[in-house]
C-alpha cells in the first residue's frame, strides 16, 4: 500500500481557508481518496488543549513559549494523527503546519529561522507536506473581510504590521519552494478561487 499525500493549506487573515478546506476535501474525496481533516494548532486532544492556551492564554506569554507550544502540538499530532494516516495509505489535508510557524513566529515575532528549523527537524523527523495551497490576499482586504467575526484571540488582535510580515513570510517561502506551493489569488470571487485550487491539485489527483 502507497503512503497517503500530505496537503497542508495556509494563509492569512480572511482569506477563505474554511471554505477552501471543504471545497479541497471534497475533491479529493471524489477522485477515491479516504482523507481526514486536521488542523493546527490542535488535530489532537492534547493539541487541541494546548491551542486554546495559544489562542486564549494571557497575551504576555513569551514568544519561545509560544513557538514551543506550536511545536508541542505538532509533535503529539504527528505521532497521534498524521504519521499514523499516511502510512495507512489514507490523505491528511491540514488546516495550517510548519509554514505557519516561520510566517507567524517568524515573520510577525521575530523568531530566528534557525530555532524554527531546528525544531522542525527535530519534531517532523523528514515529515514534510508534498503539496501547500497558500491563499494570498493583501492584508487590507483579509483584514475588513475578517473584521465582523467575534470576540478576538491573541493573534487576531495583532495589528496590520504583523500580518504585513506575516503575508511577505510566506509569499517567500512560496518562491523558495515553488515545486510545494501553489499561490492562490484569494481576492477573487468564490469560483475562481475553486477553479484556482483544482487546477492545483491536478498535478497530484492524476
Ligand atoms: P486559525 O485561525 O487558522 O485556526 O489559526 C490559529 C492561529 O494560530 C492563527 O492566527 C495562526 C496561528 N499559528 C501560528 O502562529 N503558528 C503556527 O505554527 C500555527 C499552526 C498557527
Redesign the pocket.
Known sequence: MSRGLFITLEGGEGAG?STSLEFVRQLIARRGHEVVVT???GGTPVGERIREI??HGGSDMSVDT?LLL?FAARAEHLAALIRPTLEQGRWVLC????D??YA??GG?RGVPDARIGALEDWVQQGVKPDLTLLLDLPVAEGLARAGSRSAP?R??REQQAFFERVRARYRERAAAEPRRFRVIDAGQPIPAVQAQLQAALEAVLK
Open positions: 481557508k488542523r493546527e494548532p495559544l489562542l509560544e506550536m488546516d495550517r503546519f510548519t505557519a510557524s507567524y513566529q510577525g484571540d493573534f487576531e
